[in-house]
């Protein structure tokens, strides 16, 4: 007897975009008036929460602490327009996560390949110090955003506190899986979250981040893709 022939495929469903704070977002109170104060002083800036870049199949999500002044704040892209952004966009080049040349805007024609990036906290902060309440205000977007990623392998987090957010996200606990540069934790049945430290300007010039200790941390991951 023959068998029947196989049922055709449904068509693959393009991923649902995650919730994505409003524009207006006033969850965090002191971060909302700091916004509204940033559009008095910088009226060309974003001034707004930042959204994620890059797209929902990727298998790796970079997470950031929260935009900066005068960098994601500014531009309304995670990771542009600053130092940060420039070590950041150099490495995800160099290991082949990006199409397009960085030009620290978003009209630079940049794309990213593979991998998207998001922030723990999608409001700048003064001082680049989001309190624990905003931390967690904003988590229900790092969820979305997780929950969202359908081939999603590896997430790194770079800092302590987008390392915790992270594991919070993941309702993992904090003692089991501690924050270390270059820490691969497998987190079975998830991604796996590999620590960094932050790639700002501060820890550069201080020597605890150098060139060569980011793209070991890269290099890494992209073992780790490739074992997926
Ligand atoms: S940090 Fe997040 S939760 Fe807080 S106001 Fe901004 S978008 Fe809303």
């Given amino acids: 007897m023959n068998e029947p022939p196989a049922a055709p495929l449904p068509p693959a469903q393009p991923p649902v975009p995650p919730a994505a704070p409003p524009a207006d977002c006033l969850r965090c109170p002191r971060l909302a008036a700091f916004r509204a104060g940033n559009r008095a002083r910088h009226p060309d800036f974003h001034n707004a929460p930042v959204l994620s870049f890059g797209p929902l199949d990727a298998r790796l999500l970079v997470v950031g602490l929260a935009p900066g002044l005068k960098g994601a704040n500014a531009t309304g892209r995670p990771f542009t327009g600053d130092y940060a952004g420039d070590l950041l966009y150099a490495t995800l080049a160099k290991f082949g996560f990006t199409r397009g040349d960085y030009g ?106 150098t060139t060569e200790m980011f793209e070991a941390v890269f290099a890494a991951i992209c073992t780790r893709l490739n074992e997926t």
């Fill in 104 to 209: 620290a805007r978003t009209d630079d024609g940049l794309a990213l390949a593979d991998a998207r990036i998001t922030n723990a906290v999608r409001c700048v902060p003064p001082e680049n110090k989001p309190m624990g309440a905003e931390i967690r205000a904003c988590r229900r977007y790092l969820e979305a955003e997780i929950a969202a990623m359908p081939r999603l392998a590896v997430i790194l987090a770079l800092g302590t506190i987008a390392h915790n957010s992270v594991l919070a996200a993941l309702g993992r606990r904090r003692s089991a899986h501690p924050f270390g540069h270059g820490v691969v934790h497998p987190l079975p049945g998830g991604p796996a979250l590999v620590a960094s430290y932050h790639c700002s300007r501060y820890n550069t010039n201080t020597g605890r981040l």
